[in-house]
Structures are given as structure tokens and as C-alpha cells.
């Protein structure tokens, strides 16, 4: 079957850290691979995402590239910020399902 | 625009009572989606719908849920009866095939309590 795993939480970083959140992935096909954020009391929303091998998504300092060969989307961003504690959610999709299959979530909290 | 809207946000009810949540998706989205949160499980996909229509309910977890999408802007999940282990975060999500089916929209979310 389908599954993503990620990196167990929480992580906790000083503000101007560099952060890995690490995520690999199991797929029967070719999937698109995505990571959501969900801030304190909201709900999800989406980060960044790549749909082919050796895409690289990026947003709000964030990347993460898609490496087929050892099925990963790690997570990573140069400094991060007080602003930037959330959790963290790796997930994939394949273009016959139209839904998403969501890892466990990791915990990111900044400190000053 | 007003993004997803459920209500109500927070439920609190006893064991053996209905409840009722319900979302409003974002105007012109096609998919409808209902997850559940716990700290135990994470992020669990209940039911998915297209154009109003159930695709996938396989994450129901039994008889006692059951979720309408009656038209395009209301859509609700009911659990009856109401178990404490029910207690979750439950959110809508919605998306657009247009735009992308795997960018969701999700809602503020509903903090169900039973005891």
C-alpha cells in the first residue's frame, strides 16, 4: 500500500537554526509528494509540493526536493523563526485517487 | 474569499447523543473532504465526495458516522450514537480539479468532546 513516514517530534530548534524534517514514502505508482503546515488551532494548509522526480518545491524559505531514488521529501529551510512552530505533515498522492495519504506530523518548536 | 466554514467550533456533548458538524466549502471547489485528529491516530481521511456524490467512505469507522452533501455549499457529518472515543478534531477540506485536487483548502476545524 500507499504510506509516508516522517521523523518523530518533537524538534526543537533556536531561532536562525537550520532544519531537516525528514520524509520518505512508499507508492505503488508515481506520486505527487506535498508538505502541509498546520499552525496552533487552524487547520492544514499547504506548503510546497513537486509532482516529478528531481522537483524541487519551495515557499516562505521552505524546499524540499522529490528523490525518487531513495523515495524521500525531506524537508528543509536555512533559518528559521519563532514564527515558524507548527506541525509539520509529509503527504502523497497518486493522480488516480485524488486524496491525499498524510504522515503522522512532526512538531516544530523555535526558541528564541 | 471566506474559506472553509464548519461549525460548530468546539461540541460538547454526553455519550449516547447525536451530533451533528457541519462545513461550507469554498465557493466553486468540486471535492469535499472530512478527516479526523486525534493525538493517538493523526490525521485519519473519513469520506471524500465529488461533485456532491460519496467516492471513497472507506475510513468511516463504522455505522454510527455518516456524512451528506445534500448540494455543492453544505455538507455534514452526523455520529449517532456519540462514544466517547469519538472525541477528535474534526476538519472539512475542500479543493478544486481545475486548480488542483491535491491542494486543500482546510477548515478551522470542529473539537468534539463526549463524555
Redesign the interface.
Known amino acids: 500500500g500507499n504510506s509516508v513516514t516522517q521523523m518523530e517530534g518533537p524538534v526543537t530548534l533556536s531561532e536562525e537554526a537550520f532544519l531537516t524534517i525528514n520524509c520518505t514514502y512508499t507508492a505503488t505508482g508515481y506520486p ?1 509528494l ?1 508538505w502541509y503546515v498546520q499552525y496552533p ?6 506548503l510546497l ?1 513537486a509532482t516529478k522526480a528531481d522537483d524541487k518545491g519551495s515557499n516562505k524559505g521552505f524546499e524540499a526536493t522529490y528523490r525518487k531514488e531513495t523515495t524521500s521529501f525531506h524537508l528543509e529551510k536555512g533559518s528559521v523563526q519563532v514564527s515558524d512552530s507548527a506541525v509539520y ?1 509529509c503527504a502523497l ?1 497518486l493522480l488516480e485517487w ?3 495519504t ?4 512532526t512538531q516544530l518548536k523555535v526558541e528564541l | 474569499d471566506a474559506g472553509v466554514i464548519q461549525s460548530p467550533r468546539h461540541e460538547v456533548t454526553e455519550m449516547g447523543q447525536e451530533v451533528t458538524l457541519r462545513c461550507k466549502p469554498i465557493s466553486g471547489h468540486d471535492y469535499l473532504f472530512w478527516y479526523r485528529q486525534t493525538m493517538m491516530r493523526g490525521l485519519e481521511l473519513l469520506i471524500y465526495f465529488n461533485n456532491n456524490v460519496p467516492i471513497d467512505d472507506s475510513g468511516m469507522p463504522e455505522d454510527r458516522f455518516s456524512a451528506k452533501m445534500p448540494n455543492a455549499s453544505f455538507s455534514t457529518l452526523k455520529i449517532q450514537p456519540s462514544e466517547p472515543r469519538d472525541s477528535a478534531v474534526y476538519f472539512c477540506a475542500s479543493s478544486s480539479w481545475d486548480r488542483d485536487p491535491n491542494e486543500q483548502f482546510f477548515g478551522p476545524g470542529t473539537r468534539l468532546t463526549v463524555l
Open positions: 505527487s506535498f488551532g487552524e487547520g492544514l494548509q499547504l509540493k505533515f498522492s485524488n486524496k491525499l498524510f504522515g503522522t506530523g
